[in-house]
């Protein structure tokens, strides 16, 4: 079956600065993306785990999107700009996918 | 001070302060004890909704009057020159850093809704009646705080990032609107409507709260475990210092007030409490450089369970000797 080349782009980030990042994706020109909550994690800022959070301040949530290659310095531009002073990691890999239009 | 001891150690075999303690220790013994969090969700809701109402039903009974108007300003004042102090008093104990002092100062200024819940529990215990619109003063508390910290942040060389989306987040923040909602319900339909629910939001109410607060235990003793090393003996210090100097600081404001003896308890439990819902999301998003683990570790884990087991029954005991009730 025929594949096409894609990009994707996934956004680990503090739950606080979700619609902020969406926003910018959007903006960006970014017709679709996938929010997915994120259950425990450790990194540079230390362990942090969803059990017994009190409130929004210390959740994580996953962003991802998948791209065109050449939207992708665009996307990564808008990300940076909201991600730069926070937690969170950005992770861009290779992929396929069928349906090139959608994306 | 017999007498403030005498009510320290009822409120400390309350079922209410008990569940705290099951959930700290279920959590300091890495127990996995768990609130599923939509059920802690829901637990709160019903919480809100419920203190919103019967506040609100409150008001209806007794009408406004200038004092309301008075006391919700008292409120706005108290929340926003309180993290002046906490943030001067921290700097001096702890020699903590001015951006963390600012958030940590922040989150002092603003108010914990479930300290708020637990004194209008021990006030029902005891029959001492609060006026009803201490609810609504709780919701105007919550915002004012957040403003003094960004002014002590602009002040020094970090930069604090404001958007109207972050603006619109801390004054429509679910809390706020179900606490503010319910208090409009319970004030438009009155003791009527009262009537109508009463067996789902008054029967209920306390064992719902020794739910929600066995929740919160069981946060608070897993905030202790990944906040330890964070805070220094000044720091624990000033979590436990805070609370009584907020504490007077609502005292004076209820004095000048004129409130009742249980709304001079609130007015100093609001005083005294942190905030560890709203404040810290929104210094996660205006101040990322603050350190999480020092600032919701000083609420969360020394100040709301200082309130919970000794703060309130002081609160109580003085206010009761203040104003003679």
């Given amino acids: 079956m025929q594949t096409h080349k894609a990009k994707r782009v996934e956004i680990t980030i503090e739950q606080v600065m979700e619609n902020r990042l969406t926003g910018a994706l959007r903006g960006a020109g970014v017709t679709g993306y996938t929010v997915l909550p994120v259950r425990a994690g450790s990194g540079k800022s230390g362990e942090w785990s969803r059990a017994g959070q009190v409130s929004r301040a210390e959740g994580m949530v996953q962003v991802v999107c998948i791209i065109r290659p050449d939207r992708l310095d665009t996307l990564l531009e808008a990300a940076f700009a909201v991600v730069e002073r926070h937690i969170g990691v950005v992770c861009v890999t290779d992929c396929e996918v069928l349906r090139a239009e959608r994306f | 001070m017999t007498e403030i001891l005498a009510l320290a150690a009822d409120n400390l075999i309350s079922p209410i302060v008990l569940s705290f ?152 923040n679910g809390s706020i609107v179900l606490l503010v909602g319910a208090f409009l319900i319970g004030m438009v339909t009155g003791a009527e409507g009262l009537s109508e629910i009463d067996s789902f939001i008054v029967a209920p109410f306390k064992g719902v709260l020794c739910l929600f607060l066995l929740d919160m235990g069981l946060v608070a003793g897993r905030g202790m475990q990944k906040g330890r090393g964070a805070l220094n003996m000044g720091a624990v210090s000033f979590g436990l210092l805070m609370p009584l100097v907020g504490g007077a600081a609502g005292l004076v404001a209820a004095l000048l007030l004129g409130l009742s003896t249980g709304g001079t308890v609130l007015l100093m439990t609001l005083s005294a409490s942190a905030s560890y819902i709203a404040v810290p999301a929104a210094m996660r998003v205006a101040l990322p450089e603050a350190n999480p683990s020092i600032y919701l570790t000083l609420s969360l884990g020394v100040t709301f369970p200082f309130n919970l087991t000794l703060g309130i029954p002081i609160y109580l005991a003085v206010a009761q000797a203040v104003t003679g009730g």
């Fill in chain 2, 21 to 172: 303690a099951l959930g700290l220790a279920a959590a300091l013994a890495r127990s996995d004890l768990a609130i599923p969090e939509a059920a802690a969700k829901a637990l709160s809701i019903y919480l809100l909704f419920a203190i919103g109402f019967k506040g609100g039903v409150s008001v209806a009974d007794h009408g406004i009057d200038l004092k309301l108007g008075l006391t919700l300003l008292a409120g706005v004042v108290l929340s926003a020159l309180l993290p002046l102090l906490a943030f001067g008093l921290l700097r001096t104990m702890s020699g903590m850093d001015r951006l963390n002092a600012a958030a940590v100062a922040g989150h002092y200024g603003s108010i914990s809704i479930v300290t708020f819940v637990a004194a209008t529990s021990v006030l029902e215990s005891s029959g001492i009646a609060a006026e009803g619109y201490m609810v609504a003063v709780a919701a105007a508390m919550e915002a004012p705080a957040i403003l003094s910290a960004l002014w002590l942040i602009s002040r020094g060389e970090s930069k604090a990032r404001m958007d109207s989306g972050l603006w619109r987040e801390i004054l429509l």
